[in-house]
């Protein structure tokens, strides 16, 4: 897959039209932090496309972004920060819920991204428990491996494995610009 065009459609926060389009869509979901914006504009070669590093949990919408006029990139709400309090966490939780489980606009992938450091934690657990369920194509990728050397990765990478009970697990750092190859080469469109 070679990105040529990305641009930002909307965001959404609630049932829209574009949930059921037509067009296929690759959601990305991870906690906040996870460096789940760096990841996407890693993909289309964009620094800015999507806003890195905002103050963690205040994208509170499901942000949609055309690809090659042909499908869509869907940046959900990162979860895991307090900020907003518990209402806030419980209205992102319902919102990757929504968008998962009762839209019916079963994506064509879902990119699970975590940080190598922090490993798989209750929300990823969560999300792939959902997305197993749901039948869902699913994509781990262990993001920010620049943080780490060999070993300390090639570890860390065993530890996720196991914990995910998942094999297929994609080193990945949004610094590097070849890696992000590993990522569109699953995208299967
Ligand atoms: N070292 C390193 N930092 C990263 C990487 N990806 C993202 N970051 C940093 O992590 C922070 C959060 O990134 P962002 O993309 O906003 O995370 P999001 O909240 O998941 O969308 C920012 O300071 C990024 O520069 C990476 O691969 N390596
Ligand atoms: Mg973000």
């Known amino acids: 897959?070679?990105?040529?065009?990305?641009?930002?459609?909307?965001?959404?926060?609630?049932?829209?039209?574009?949930?059921?389009?037509?067009?296929?869509?690759?959601?990305?979901?991870?906690?906040?932090?996870?460096g789940k914006s760096s990841v996407i504009n890693s993909l289309v070669g964009s620094k800015t496309?999507?806003?890195?590093?905002?103050?963690?949990?205040?994208?509170?919408?499901?942000?949609?972004?055309?690809i090659n006029n042909k499908f869509y990139f869907v940046d959900l709400p990162g979860y895991g920060y307090a900020q907003g309090g518990k209402v806030q966490i419980e209205k992102i939780r319902n919102m990757i819920v929504l968008y998962l489980r009762e839209t019916g606009t079963k994506p064509t992938l879902v990119i699970l991204i975590i940080d190598i450091k922090a490993g798989l934690m209750e929300f990823d657990k969560n999300s792939l428990a959902v997305l197993r369920e749901e039948g869902i194509n699913y994509l781990v990728v262990a993001n920010k491996s620049d943080k780490l050397n060999q070993k300390e990765a090639s570890e860390q990478l065993k530890k996720i494995r196991r914990d995910?009970?998942?094999?297929?697990i994609?080193?990945?750092?949004?610094?590097?610009k070849p890696r992000s190859k590993l990522i569109l080469d699953k995208i299967l469109l």
């Not at 995910?164 to 297929?168: K, L, Q, R, V």
Request: hydrophobic share 40%.
């Open 170 to 176: 994609v080193l990945y750092s949004s610094t590097e």
């Open 49 to 66: 496309l999507v806003k890195i590093g905002k103050v963690p949990g205040k994208t509170t919408e499901i942000n949609y972004f055309l």
């Open 164 to 168: 995910a009970n998942e094999d297929d």
């Open 1 to 34: 897959m070679e990105i040529k065009s990305a641009k930002f459609v909307r965001g959404i926060v609630n049932m829209d039209p574009i949930l059921k389009d037509g067009l296929p869509q690759v959601a990305f979901i991870g906690r906040s932090n996870v």
